[in-house]
């Protein structure tokens, strides 16, 4: 079950198993409350794998972990509604708002990254009020762009490519979760938290016509 105690014990359970020195893990990532352990078995087998990380699993209580150290608070400019948002006053009217009141509470809290999945980058942020417990659409949105943010059942998902959506299309930024020709190809990681900075279409414009990194005027600093 989603909640915020259960995505902080998978990320307080993955980032043990980073800075832990177990031969033959590879590879580790998160789904909003699970963990995922790729490793060799030529160094470790199944069944000890297996035992080693169920004792690890009882050895605290997972829920009460605090999130992982040096998150960032992002600020990402982000146009809400119009021709950038098509969805906006459908989705506010769900979560029984207007879209008024639904821009200034989406661009004034800070949504967690609660995990990076579908496409490379594609951050899932939340969780919203309960009264954002809206569902997905009936049908497919045969494409949003990348950069669209969309919202369902308490979440945000920041696109990071185009793709076809179920969620319902509120905004829209030039900030790229995927940056292939970066150092950092996934700027954003699970635990840290963005505000979505509400800007009108002009000022849209402008970072568009500046920027060509995919950062598109986004700031952060580091959670204290």
């Known amino acids: 079950m989603l909640n915020e105690a259960a995505n902080r ?18 590879e580790t990532t998160t789904s909003l409350t699970s963990v995922y ?11 000890t794998m297996e035992k080693d990380l169920q004792d690890l699993l009882e050895s605290r209580d ?3 972990s605090d999130l992982p150290q040096k998150r960032k608070l992002w600020r990402v400019p982000t146009v809400f509604g119009g021709e950038f948002g098509p969805q906006l006053d459908e989705a506010a009217g769900l979560a029984q708002m207007t879209a ?7 661009s004034t809290s800070p949504v967690q990254v609660l995990t990076i999945g579908y496409a490379p980058g594609q951050p899932y942020l939340g969780t919203l009020g309960e009264h954002w417990n809206i569902p997905r659409q009936t049908a497919l ?4 762009p990348a950069g669209a943010l969309v919202v369902a059942i308490r979440q945000l998902v920041l696109f990071t490519a185009d793709s076809p959506t179920g969620w319902r299309h509120i905004g829209q930024t030039g900030f790229r979760g995927f940056r292939p020709q970066s150092d950092t190809p996934f700027p954003l990681r699970p635990g840290d938290e963005v505000i979505f900075d ?6 849209y414009a402008s970072l568009a016509a500046q920027d060509t ?4 005027g986004a700031t952060w600093e580091e959670i204290k």
């Open 37 to 47: 352990v790729g490793f060799d078995p030529k160094y470790i087998s199944h069944a």
């Open 198 to 203: 509400a800007i009108d279409a002009e000022k």
């Open 213 to 216: 990194s995919g950062n598109f």
């Open 100 to 106: 008024q009141e639904a821009v200034m509470q989406l």
């Open 62 to 64: 997972w829920l009460l």
């Open 141 to 144: 949105t045969a494409k949003v």
């Open 9 to 26: 014990a998978a990320l307080a359970f993955r980032a043990h198993l980073e800075t832990a020195t177990w031969d033959g893990i590879e």
